[in-house]
C-alpha cells in the first residue's frame, strides 16, 4: 500500500526535477527561427564559421538552462557565458577578430592605387543612409547609428557599435551583418549591372605596381596614428587592426602572425559568436524591431554598393587611368568576398579581365572606413 502512494510521488518529484514546465511558446517559435539559422550556415555555407556559433548560442539562450547566463548571487559564481559574454560587453572579443583580420589582409593593393580609398569612403554612404533612415522609424540616433553600421558589411564592427550604442539590438544587429554578408554575391551583382554599361564592365585596368616591405609598415603605422588622432574612440579596432598588419608585413614575426591568424581568431570567433547568440532569446529577437533591422540592413547594403560604383563612375569623369565600376562594389568592407564578386562580374563581361586585385584596394579600405564611421558615432553619442 505504502508503495502505490510512494510511487507516484517519487515520479513527480523526478518530473519537478525537468525544465519541460519551463519551456514556452516563445521559445518554440525561437527553435524554428534557429533551424533556419543553422540551415542556412551548415547546408547553405552562409557564413558558417560565425552564423552557426551564434545560431547555437541562440538555442541556448532559448532553453531553460541553469549555470549558463545567470549573474553571480553573493557567494555563488555566475554561470559560464555570464562571464565569457564578458568579453563582449567589455569589447575585448571585435578588437581581437580585427587582430586576426589585420594579419590576414594585404594592404598593397590600396598603397599602390591610393585613390580606390575614394571608394571605400563612397560605401559608407549605405551607413549614414540606414542611419537616417532608422531615425525616420522612430529609432533613437543611438539605435540609428549601431543599425547603420550593418552597411559597413563588417561583423565585428557591427557587434562593437552595437554593444556601445544599443546593446539591446546586438543580437538582430549582428544576425543581419553576417546574414547579408553572406548574401554578398546575390545582392550585389543586379546593383552593379544596373548602374553600369557593357562598356563600362569591360574596362580593363592597368597592372598595379610592386608594392615594398617598407611601404607596408609605414603605410600601417601612419594610419594608426592619422586615425586615432582624428577618431580616437576608433583606437581599439584600428589599432588592433594595424597590429596584425605590422606582424604580417614585417616578416620576421611568424609565429605570432600564424597565432593570429588562426588560433586567435578562430577561439575569439567561436566565443564571440555563442556571446551574441546568448542574447537571442524570444523577448529580445521576436518583435518588429527586429524585421525593421532586417529591411534596413538590405537598403544599407543596396546604397553602399550603388555609391561604390557610381564613385567610380564620377573618379572616371577627371580621370585618364580609367577604373572599372565594378570594382566600387567592392568597398563595403566584406573582405574579400565583395572584391571576387567584382572579378566574377567583370569576367562575365570580359573573360580575359581580371580585376580581384583592384577590387582589395577599396575592399581594405572599407575596412578601415568602417572602423572611422563606427568611431565617430561613438564619438557623437556614446560620450
Known sequence: MEGTITEPSKLLQLWNLTAINDVTLQMMVMWVVIALLLYLGVFKKFEPLLLIPIAF????????TEGLVNPPMGEESG????????????????????????????????????????????AQFGVFATFLGANLLGFSPMEAGAIGIIGGADGPTSIFLANKLAPHLLAPIAVAAYSYMALVPMLQPPIMRALTTEKERKIRMKSLRQVSRLEKLIFCGMVTIVVILLVPAASALIGMLMLGNFLRESLVTERLTKAAQNEVVNVVTIFLGTSVGITMTGERFLNAQTIEILGLGVVAFGVATAAGVLMAKVMNVFSKNKINPLIGSAGVSA??????????????????????????????????????????FIAWYAN
Not at 548560442?57 to 531553460?64: K, M, R, T, V
Not at 581580371?354 to 565617430?376: C, D, K, Q, S
Request: hydrophobic letters at 50%.
Open 57 to 64: 548560442g541562440a538555442l541556448l539562450a532559448n532553453l531553460p
Open 335 to 376: 573582405v574579400p568576398m565583395a572584391a571576387r564578386v567584382s572579378q566574377v562580374e567583370g569576367q562575365r563581361a570580359d573573360p580575359g579581365n581580371f580585376l580581384l586585385m583592384h577590387a582589395m584596394g577599396p575592399n581594405v579600405a572599407g575596412v578601415i572606413g568602417t572602423a572611422v564611421v563606427a568611431g565617430y
Open 79 to 122: 554561470g559560464l557565458y555570464y562571464y565569457i559574454s564578458m568579453g563582449v560587453k567589455l569589447e575585448i572579443f571585435p578588437p581581437l577578430i580585427f587582430l586576426g583580420v589585420g594579419a590576414l589582409t594585404d594592404f598593397g593593393p590600396l598603397i599602390a592605387n591610393p585613390r580606390t580609398l575614394l571608394l571605400g569612403a563612397a
